[in-house]
T-cell receptor, first 114, second 112 residues
Framework: ETGVTQSPTHLIKTRGQQVTLRCSSQSGHNTVSWYQQALGQGPQFIFQYYREEENGRGNFPPRFSGLQFPNYSSELNVNALELDDSALYLC?????????????FGPGTRLTVT | TQLLEQSPQFLSIQEGENLTVYCNSSSVFSSLQWYRQEPGEGPVLLVTVVTGGEVKKLKRLTFQFGDARKDSSLHITAAQTGDTGLYLCAGPSGGGADGLTFGKGTHLIIQP
C-alpha cells in the first residue's frame, strides 16, 4: 500500500509569483484535503476535494485554488504569493468526503516566499 | 469557529518520567483525534476517540475523551526519547466536509 506523497519537498518563490504543489493520495482513497502549517502552529484547513469536486473550504482567499484528477491525485495552486504564505503545506488523503474519516498526511512541501 | 487549546505549549522532561498533555475546547466535538508530528514530516494519526468518557490505550500512551466531549488528554507513562515530537489534537470543524480543526500542539522533548 503506497502512502501519501507530495512534491516538491522544498520550494523558494518570490512575492507575486505563482506556485503549484502536488499530492498523490494513498491507494484506495478518494478524498484529498490540503492544510497550511505556519511555523509553530497547528495545520489550518485550506480545502478538500472529493471525487474531483471542491467539497469544503476553510478561511483562505480565492488565490488558493486546487484540482483533483481522476486518479484522485491533487494540486494546490497559489497565485500572487505573499510573504505570509511561507509555510509547510500538507495534504491528507482519506476515504469518504468528510473529515470524520481518518486522514493520512503526506510529508509536506516547505514553501518559502522571499 | 470551534477552537482547540492545547497545554502545555512546551514540555521537556527526563526519560522514564510520566506526563500528561491536554486539549480543551468550549465546543462539543463529535470526535477528537491525536496526532504526532516529527520535524520535516506530516502528522501521524495516533488515535480517534468518539464516545464521551472513552479511554483508549496504545502501549504506554493513554488517551481520554471528556464526558462532555469538550476535552481530551494524553498521558504517557515512562517516557522514552522516541516520544519526542509535536503532539496535535484535532476535531471535525463542522462535522462534514469542513476539514479538521487543529490545536497549536504541545512540543514534547524527552531528554536521555
Amino acid at each position: 500500500e503506497t502512502g501519501v506523497t507530495q512534491s516538491p519537498t522544498h520550494l523558494i518563490k518570490t512575492r507575486g509569483q505563482q506556485v503549484t504543489l502536488r499530492c498523490s493520495s494513498q491507494s484506495g482513497h478518494n478524498t484529498v484535503s490540503w492544510y497550511q502549517q505556519a511555523l509553530g502552529q497547528g495545520p489550518q484547513f485550506i480545502f478538500q476535494y472529493y471525487r474531483e469536486e471542491e467539497n469544503g473550504r476553510g478561511n483562505f482567499p480565492p488565490r488558493f485554488s486546487g484540482l483533483q484528477f481522476p486518479n484522485y491525485s491533487s494540486e494546490l495552486n497559489v497565485n500572487a504569493l505573499e510573504l505570509d504564505d511561507s509555510a509547510l503545506y500538507l495534504c491528507a488523503s482519506s476515504f469518504g468526503g468528510t473529515s470524520l474519516y481518518e486522514q493520512y498526511f503526506g510529508p509536506g512541501t516547505r514553501l518559502t516566499v522571499t | 469557529t470551534q477552537l482547540l487549546e492545547q497545554s502545555p505549549q512546551f514540555l521537556s522532561i527526563q526519560e522514564g518520567e510520566n506526563l500528561t498533555v491536554y486539549c480543551n475546547s468550549s465546543s462539543v466535538f463529535s470526535s477528537l483525534q491525536w496526532y504526532r508530528q516529527e520535524p520535516g514530516e506530516g502528522p501521524v494519526l495516533l488515535v480517534t476517540v468518539v464516545t464521551g468518557g472513552e479511554v483508549k490505550k496504545l502501549k504506554r500512551l493513554t488517551f481520554q475523551f471528556g464526558d462532555a466531549r469538550k476535552d481530551s488528554s494524553l498521558h504517557i507513562t515512562a517516557a522514552q526519547t522516541g516520544d519526542t515530537g509535536l503532539y496535535l489534537c484535532a476535531g471535525p470543524s463542522g462535522g462534514g466536509a469542513d476539514g479538521l480543526t487543529f490545536g497549536k500542539g504541545t512540543h514534547l522533548i524527552i531528554q536521555p
